[in-house]
């Protein structure tokens, strides 16, 4: 991974610690202004490494962030193991956080912003509250709408709204305690097809098990299951008026790709873009698919960020 020009932590608006990182754009290249580079859940900084070199090299300076619960940020739970959270507006908080003082510090021009699944749900949340915050945001397999994976999902949450109500809020989602990235196998994990890059994000792990996050709480769980009806809500895609590009897997086994679709129709300037050979994790993919990704990426942001 490229050395950061500052690494540094922050405090949320509630005293939360998170991690935040800016990376300068490829010297000689001209600069584009900065993108927002917003991860998906149980993810951490270092995991992008790759990614924030080839915005580097395009003339980006990148700014990220660990989000509250995982990576080197600040854990809610003694278990550092297990993802929680009350409602979604923790992360909203954050992310105005990270925008007021790291962000916004680095310069007047609108970012662009690139975010991945957990992290492209809190980016829409944001773009439907602040309109004017971003010049242009591209999306990777956003958190619309969970997969279920073989339960009925009416089943699933019912059971999750039982849980919470019964005082479960703290305990893991039946069969999250049992996938500790720092054991998983390359057969075992639901994210990538590609193995090689896998792996690198395992040695990260291996070397620094300290940010290795495993799932999530019927907390957590919960609270996604509310956030997701209230962006799916009538009226609420239609409200975002920042241009979108959303990216979406053909194979994705973590969120439903057939509801990412419906909900790009419904943005008034937004496209949208299918990779069928792709599992969740379109940015960790093989390199033809990542190399139709960054086409298409860069076809975008010529647009907002020339």
């Known amino acids: 991974m490229r050395a950061p020009i500052e690494f540094r932590f922050i405090s949320g608006r509630d005293g939360n610690r998170l991690r935040t990182a800016i990376f300068e754009a490829e010297a000689g290249r001209s600069h584009r202004g900065v993108c927002v580079l917003l991860s998906g859940q149980t993810e951490f900084i270092e995991k992008y490494g790759e990614v924030i070199g080839e915005l580097c090299a395009r003339g980006f300076r990148v700014a990220t962030l660990d989000w509250r619960g995982q990576g080197a940020s600040r854990r809610a739970l003694p278990d550092p193991l297990k993802a929680h959270i009350g409602d979604f507006a923790e992360y909203d908080e954050d992310l105005s956080a990270f925008m007021d003082m790291v962000v916004r ?43 279920t994976r073989g339960y009925n ?5 019912a059971m999750c709204y039982l849980q919470n109500l019964s005082g479960h809020a703290n305990d893991w989602v039946w069969g999250m305690d049992k996938r500790d990235p720092l054991y998983m196998s390359f057969s075992g994990q639901l994210v990538t097809s590609d193995a090689v890059r896998w792996q690198k994000t395992q040695d990260i792990i291996e070397s620094h098990p300290e940010i290795r996050l495993a799932g999530p709480s019927w907390g957590w769980l919960e609270a996604a299951y509310r956030s997701m009806a209230a962006v ?75």
């Open 105 to 147: 510090p680095l310069g007047s021009q609108k970012p662009i912003a690139l975010a991945h699944s957990m992290g492209g749900h809190i980016l829409l949340r944001a773009l439907h509250a602040h309109p004017q915050q971003f010049a242009g945001a591209v999306f990777s397999a956003p958190m619309i709408r969970a997969q």
């Open 153 to 157: 999902p009416h089943l699933a949450r």
């Open 232 to 306: 799916c809500a009538p009226g609420y895609p239609e409200a975002i008026t920042t241009p979108v590009l959303i990216c979406g897997a053909g194979k994705d086994r973590i969120v439903d790709t057939a509801a990412t679709a419906e909900f790009a129709r419904r943005l008034p300037h937004g496209s949208y873009l299918q990779f069928d050979d792709s599992e969740h994790e379109i940015l960790m993919e093989r390199d033809d698919i990542r190399a139709q990704f960054w086409a298409a990426f860069d076809a975008f942001v010529a647009k907002y960020a020339p």
